[in-house]
């Protein structure tokens, strides 16, 4: 079992920017692929970013330039600089971790990003 935990949600301006950290309860990054989903209210949950164990990074065409995906594994925690936000960013935004051996998928609890002036 994997549990994780979000934070760093909150109420932004246009144009601001917002982290998101997403502590998980022990070491997986070698065996897992992290990702961060969104969804938006009466809409379907989307991927916003992955990142692979080797590093490699892949992003929604809507947040491409905007959003930065990363890692500390010292510290058990992926992140997601959000730049530039704009309203149709707001959502409540999910980690997911998913074993590439077994496809075990393991999510967070959500944290909401709220943008509005």
């Known amino acids: 079992q994997v549990q994780l935990v979000e934070s760093g949600g909150g109420l932004v301006q246009p144009g601001g920017s917002l982290r998101l950290s997403c502590a998980a309860s022990?070491?997986?990054?070698?065996?897992?692929?992290m990702a961060w989903y969104r969804q938006a209210p009466g809409k379907q949950r989307e991927l916003v970013a992955t990142m692979t164990s080797g590093g490699s990074t892949n992003y929604a065409d809507s947040v491409k330039g905007r959003f930065t995906i990363s890692r500390d594994n010292a510290k058990n925690t992926v992140y997601l600089q959000m730049n530039s936000l704009k309203p149709e960013d707001t959502a409540v935004y999910y980690c997911?971790?998913?074993?590439?051996?077994?496809?075990?998928?393991?999510w967070g609890q959500g944290t909401q990003v709220t943008v509005s002036s």
């Open positions: 022990r070491s997986i990054f070698s065996m897992y692929v």
């Open positions: 997911n971790a998913r074993r590439v051996a077994t496809n075990n998928r393991y």
